[in-house]
């Protein structure tokens, strides 16, 4: 239940209070903060979770000695601006998305991330996973804009690493991160001398569009409540 607790929590944008909120779970330690969240515990296994805006970007770790149960999870969300600079007309950003697994030699350990970025006019996503191929779907046409128009896309970021009884001890971990754009006009060229920023909707900015949030949760948390499905089962 605690991590159905947490993959909801990242899985939803909750824009209450904050436009970007972030998240880390140790254990059963908790952490919420808006700019950063993290969380470590050392009991007879070794977990942490951090999630960044500074670096947009979640980690999760745990280092495992039997007998023991744990598993760390962090998670980022919100609605960010993108502005391009240093053109005219319509174009298109390609997302550099990632996730990284560090596997043990140990099977009973699960690692997984995942990272989307969306709005109305086009996405991507790029997700790994234990039993689950690596999966990319940023391409050159990914996210349309045009250029000196400020745009709201949102933003959502997952990673866990789990580990069952019977662990040897090892040493595991996930992530996901967002690391910028590349640039393509129209005909498919790559754009030099383009300027962007990526900031955090402020406040007299509108949210995105309700229609927008069932979309990107369904691309970045699919995938992680499948597999806990299928594990009960």
């Known amino acids: 239940m605690r991590r159905l607790f947490l993959i909801l929590a990242a899985c939803a944008p909750g824009f209450a209070s904050t436009v970007v909120n972030t998240l880390a779970g140790c254990d059963g330690v908790i952490d919420f903060g808006t700019a950063s969240a993290s969380c470590e515990v050392s009991l007879q296994t070794n977990a942490s979770a951090e999630a960044s805006t500074a670096t947009l970007s979640v980690d999760t770790t745990v280092n495992a000695s039997p007998p023991g149960i744990s598993s760390a999870e962090a998670s980022l969300s919100g609605a960010y601006v993108l502005t391009v600079t240093g053109g005219s007309g319509d174009a298109f950003a390609e997302p550099q998305l990632s996730t990284e697994l560090e596997l043990g030699t140990d099977s009973v350990f699960r690692n997984y991330a995942s990272v989307g970025l969306a709005n109305a006019s086009g996405g991507c996503t790029a997700m790994a996973g234990n039993g689950n191929p690596f999966l990319n779907t940023c391409t050159p046409t990914a996210v349309p804009?045009?250029?000196?128009?400020?745009?709201?896309?949102?933003?959502?970021?997952?990673?866990?690493t789990q580990i069952q009884p019977g662990a040897i001890r090892d040493y595991d971990s996930a992530s996901a991160a967002e690391a910028g754009f590349v640039f393509y006009g129209a005909n498919g060229q790559v754009l030099n001398g383009?300027?962007?920023?990526?900031?955090?909707?402020?406040?007299?900015?509108?949210?995105?569009?309700?229609?927008?949030?069932?979309?990107?949760?369904?691309?970045?948390?699919?995938?992680?409540?499948?597999?806990?499905?299928?594990?009960?089962?």
């Open 145 to 160: 804009f045009v250029f000196n128009t400020p745009q709201v896309l949102f933003l959502i970021m997952f990673a866990e």
């Open 194 to 233: 383009v300027t962007y920023s990526f900031v955090p909707v402020s406040s007299f900015i509108p949210t995105p569009e309700p229609g927008m949030f069932p979309l990107l949760a369904a691309m970045a948390c699919a995938v992680p409540i499948a597999r806990r499905r299928r594990r009960r089962s």
